[in-house]
């Protein structure tokens, strides 16, 4: 995550924020499901850089593109954070008690759904002119 963020601006600058963030969704998704489904335990641990490298901009981006239009600024940045913030203290407790019922690796699976939903909306995070 934190190479992912010291060169995210560079990347962003260059290619723009959609196709990063689409690029960034299909590493965490492809990082996430190989950490899934990893036979051996150094995969798992390549798998695990790659889904922090594509995990890595997602929540910075997502503050910027809201904070876009100064008319709705503050109002936009309050609803991501909220969302933010809520996932960051919901999600563990949610997904350890799917893990009671599906296990510990193939809870991680419901993270790689909400990843391919980021992905399919990523469009959203497009510049306002």
Known sequence: MTIGRFAGTVVLDRFGRVPVMRWCAALAVFGLGLFVFAPVPWLAFVALAIWGLGASLGFPVGMSAAADDPAKAAARVSVVSTIGYGAFLCGPP????????????????????????????????????
């Open 94 to 129: 949610l997904l350890g008690l799917l893990a009671e019922h599906v296990g510990i690796l193939h809870s991680l699976l419901a993270v790689m759904v909400m990843l391919m939903v980021t992905f399919l909306l990523t469009p959203v995070a497009r510049k306002v002119s």
